[in-house]
């Protein structure tokens, strides 16, 4: 058993600030314009979930539905700026393996920042393929725990598809291939079992350990990425 859950919407609900909010808004913002840009320009979330889960993110965040219609434009070309993913690698502290998820209308910039924060901890970007062999694209599905015991879950997470169940201090995640991920959101829903968070994550093959304070000086780094404007996702092998 795992601690806290990462992957909690608990951490995309901290929007208290004016500026916090922003951050947030350009985030789903740019989720949403690349989901329909790598969707072919697929509008409807029925027939794009990758757009279907970058729209349930920004009604975590209380996104007016017009700033979604905006950007679902934008994805489709018809307005804005021409906004790319990108993928970065890197080392930090420790020798922690991290893949750092952006969405940016300037490489430089973005790039120049991660390199900033990242060098300032003895960290460095590397090379493409030199951090994401030690990461697999997977599914995941976080429920709370009073979906029921480990094993209830565990066989209806099994039985609607999906490869792994872990419980965390307080909840359960549900692992799938990432083709899978629909199906076994959809078989879940059905069965009454109550979702807290889906999400297309890459997860660490084997993970790192390392004693709290290293652990602590980690985490402050992944939210000093996270806080950037350009950056999506940080995932580390901690």
Request: charged share 25%.
């Amino acid at each position: 058993m795992s601690g806290h859950s990462k992957w909690s919407k608990v951490k995309h609900q901290k929007a208290t600030t004016d500026v916090v909010k922003g951050r947030e808004f350009t985030r789903a913002t740019r989720a949403i314009t690349i989901a329909v840009k790598e969707g072919g320009g697929t509008s409807d979330p029925a027939h794009n979930f990758h757009l279907r889960l970058a729209i349930e993110k920004a009604h975590d965040v209380n996104m007016p539905k017009e700033n979604i219609q905006r950007a679902i434009e934008k994805g489709q070309g018809i307005a804005g700026e021409n906004i790319e993913q990108i993928l970065y690698e890197g080392f930090g502290p420790y020798g922690t393996a991290m893949l750092i998820e952006a969405a940016t209308d300037n490489k430089q910039r973005t790039v120049a920042a991660i390199k900033n924060i990242l060098e300032r901890v003895g960290g460095t970007i590397t090379s493409p393929g030199a951090v994401s062999y030690l990461f697999d694209r997977s599914g995941i599905i976080t429920i709370p725990k009073g979906a029921g015991t480990y094993d209830a879950v565990l066989e209806a997470a099994l039985d609607a598809g999906a490869s792994d169940v872990v419980e965390t201090a307080d909840m359960f995640e549900i692992y799938s291939p990432v083709s899978s991920l629909s199906g076994v959101k959809q078989k879940l829903l059905e069965k009454g079992i109550a979702i807290d968070n889906t999400a297309i994550i890459m997860k660490a093959k084997t993970t790192l350990e390392c004693s709290d304070d290293k652990r602590i000086r980690v985490e402050e780094l992944v939210t000093q990425l996270e806080d950037l404007d350009d950056i999506q996702n940080v995932f580390t092998n901690l």
